[in-house]
């Protein structure tokens, strides 16, 4: 029975009973990871002293954890809590791309398949929302969490005749193939040049206006529906980002 101890971040919680919990906890060198955290609720204060009170969602701390082959969830025996992420209460649109983060993570990610850079954007993204525009820190994590999948979008190349993009007034975006076209296809997106470019900035490592925001609400919509495509479905908090407007 492997026991490990590692960092974690809750991006999904639900009450088992009146003391326990089912957590998925995103961790830094186990990935995704579902457990069972007995008693974590009670008040003693062994219990307390061993759970913190509890496992909140989007909080981060360290865990320690047993798991089978034969069981589907890990059974967690400690959670340190180490940030309540507190800030995110003051700021509704700050928690709402937060909420946004944790799902995609919990979607694109297969359990126990260790991906410290998806765990370094979710810290990061929390970090970020202290003090940072939400949707340009939810940007940056969308770009880099599909990169991380192996899902980067291509913005330099023509995905369909493979030549130089260059400069257009105007591009599609091929969903299927992963990336931008000059031709126009059936299920195709029409991409404004000014996005593509921000997103080429974000690819390059370079900062991109953060204060622009129409640019940066179509770069995170055009990623969303990006991830919709890939996943085949609508994640629920994906409203967040598109909108009513799609």
Known sequence: MPRFK?????????????TSQVVVLLTREHGKVRGLAKGAKRTSPSAIARFSGGIELLTRGEIVATTRPTAALATLTEWDLQDDCFHLRHNLEAQRVAMAAADLCNAMLADEDPHPGAYALMHDLLEALRTSPPQAALL?????????CGYRPELDADVRSGE???????????????????????????VRAATVQLLRRLSAGEPFDAQDQDGVTRANRLLCVYARAI????????RLILGEKN
């Open 6 to 18: 590692d960092q974690a971040i809750c991006i999904r919680h639900l009450d088992w009973s009146e």
């Open 140 to 148: 940056t994590f969308q770009w880099g969490l599909l990169a991380d």
């Open 164 to 190: 130089p993009l260059g400069d257009a007034s105007a591009y599609t975006f091929d969903p299927v193939a992963g990336g931008l076209t000059l031709s126009n296809g059936v299920a195709d997106w029409r």
């Open 231 to 238: 996943l085949d479905r609508e994640l629920p908090t994906m």
